[in-house]
T-cell receptor, first 112, second 113 residues
């Protein structure tokens, strides 16, 4: 059974810092991995989608890497801003497709 | 529409009543998903539709829960004889294809008194 773990559960940093959020999964037979952002009381917004054949994806100040063999992904946020404050979730889709398994999320707070 | 639309945004009901939650996916998206988010529980998969059929309904918690999708578009999640433990935010998502990027709605917050 696939399990997804995110560390740390919460993180508080001053504005301008570069930071890394970690995601690990127990079954390496995945089709893709997605990172999402969730603001309080809102739905999820997709940030990056990495296919299993890819090593990383970049969008603006965000970079996500995937090491399928070790069951790890990281989300790197450069030059953090207060507007980045949110909960970040990673999710993996198995080779059967159709169902994403989510981690518990990392709650990020960026202080001005 | 521009995004995934869910209604109602908030629903308060009494224990034992039936509720229906609606999801209107992005036009042209063939795949539709229902998730449940409870306080401290994370996101829990409920059911997935490809077109009008549900290849995976393994996450439905009990036979009180059912869902359907018609015309390859709108989906309805029905909870019969609601219980207090059904209180949660029910999130719907859609994607162009089964393995594509997911777009989520804002959710329907259900409170069972």
């Amino acid at each position: 059974k696939q399990e997804v773990t995110q560390i740390p559960a919460a993180l508080s940093v001053p504005e301008g810092e570069n930071l890394v959020l970690n995601c690990s999964f127990t079954d390496s037979a995945i089709y893709n991995l997605q990172w999402f952002r969730q603001d309080p009381g809102k739905g999820l917004t997709s940030l990056l989608l990495i296919q299993s054949s890819q090593r990383e994806q970049t969008s603006g100040r965000l970079n996500a890497s995937l090491d399928k063999s070790s069951g790890r992904s990281t989300l790197y946020i450069a030059a953090s801003q207060p507007g980045d404050s949110a909960t970040y979730l990673c999710a993996v889709e198995g080779n059967q497709g159709g169902k994403l398994i989510f981690g518990q999320g990392t709650e990020l707070s960026v202080k001005p | 529409g521009a995004g995934v639309s869910q209604s109602p945004s908030n629903k308060v009901t009494e224990k034992g009543k039936d509720v229906e939650l609606r999801c209107d996916p992005i036009s042209g998206h063939t795949a539709l998903y229902w998730y449940r988010q409870s306080l401290g529980q994370g996101l829990e998969f409920l059911i997935y539709f490809q077109g009008n059929s549900a290849p995976d309904k393994s996450g439905l918690p009990s036979d009180r829960f059912s869902a359907e999708r018609t015309g390859g578009s709108v989906s309805t999640l029905t909870i019969q004889r609601t219980q207090q433990e059904d209180s949660a935010v029910y999130l719907c998502a859609s994607s162009v294809v089964r393995t594509g990027e997911l777009f989520f709605g804002e959710g329907s917050r259900l409170t069972v008194l």
